[in-house]
């Protein structure tokens, strides 16, 4: 056990090197008390060893889990609480959490695929520019906020709970979806402020939002038949991850907002 410092006071005693066990294609790295650079190290030599699929037991608020890791076919699983910016600037790697997650999810991710099977906390997707984050209860505020696209390149978010102010924030491309359904809170199904400064992608919200609530670069409309068809490949993917099912899912009406301006706040400039 050694004592380690990260910019500041001790923050405890540690294990150096973490267990791991490798069975095959796949390894499991005990987390407990271990600091979250040894942990990191650990799943990138896992990988690089050939490893397809890293599990992480006892994870307690280690972050960057997955931070920058490319290929199409690895997996990481986290039992535990996943930390800060988990699957920031990742490409093409599976992250599924079965416990909850904090803040950044998905900062700046390219590809691949995030499940959280609880839920999550602020700025999550933030410039989020490709692949899928899905969460099955609440989140924070400032979802979404950045998010973009380019191209084939589409990020989609879901989350299965509600959020509180901000959600879509500047959002600029992607697909933003909020569905109310797996909430421990009472109240509205999001806070104030929803899209404000939007200028790209689609946020759908299941249910009736307040004008007062929406940004004044959104337009609010109802979902029609066409952005159903858009919907209902996102939401059967969403509920095959959480053993939920999409026909109710998809029973309610959704709020489609979008922007009206790609230059929300161009006037606000003076040009010599």
């Given amino acids: 056990m050694t004592q380690v410092k990260d910019s500041g006071p001790i923050v405890g005693y540690v294990q150096v090197d973490p267990e ?7 390894a499991t790295i005990e987390c407990k008390s271990v600091y979250y650079k040894h942990v990191n190290q650990a799943i990138r030599t896992a990988f690089a060893g050939g490893v397809k699929t890293v599990k992480l037991m006892n994870v307690n608020g280690q972050r960057y889990i997955g ?7 690895l997996r990481i699983e986290v039992n535990g609480t996943a930390g800060q910016d ?3 600037f990742m490409d093409g790697p599976t992250v599924e959490v079965f416990g909850n997650a904090q803040d950044g999810v998905g900062n700046t991710m390219n590809a691949g695929k995030v499940v959280i099977h ?6 999550l997707g933030y410039g989020m520019r490709g692949g899928k984050v899905f969460i099955k209860g609440d989140v924070g505020y400032r979802v979404g906020i950045h998010m973009k696209a380019y191209e084939s390149l589409v990020p989609i978010m ?3 709970g509600k959020s509180r102010d901000f959600f879509g924030e500047y959002m600029a491309g992607g697909l933003l979806v909020l569905l109310g359904m797996n909430s421990q809170f ?3 199904l999001v806070g104030g402020y929803v899209g404000t400064g939007m200028h790209g992608g689609a946020i759908y919200l299941r249910g009736e939002v307040e004008p007062w609530q929406i940004g004044k670069e959104c337009g609010i409309f109802t979902a029609d038949e066409d952005d159903l068809k858009v919907l209902r490949p996102v939401i059967e993917e969403y509920c095959a991850a959480f053993d939920m099912d999409a026909e109710e899912v998809l029973s309610q009406p959704f709020t489609k907002l979008v922007p009206i301006s790609h230059r929300p706040y ?3 400039y003076t040009y010599v």
């Avoid at 791991?20 to 796949?26: A, L, N, S, T």
């Avoid at 931070?67 to 076919?73: F, L, P, R, Y």
């Avoid at 609880?118 to 700025?123: C, L, P, S």
């Fill in 20 to 26: 791991v066990i490798i069975e095959g294609d796949v």
């Fill in 186 to 188: 009472d109240g509205p």
């Fill in 266 to 268: 161009g006037k606000l």
């Fill in 158 to 160: 879901v989350c299965g």
């Fill in 67 to 73: 931070t920058g890791i490319s290929g199409k076919d």
């Fill in 86 to 88: 988990m699957a920031m």
């Fill in 118 to 123: 609880g839920d999550a906390g602020d700025v």
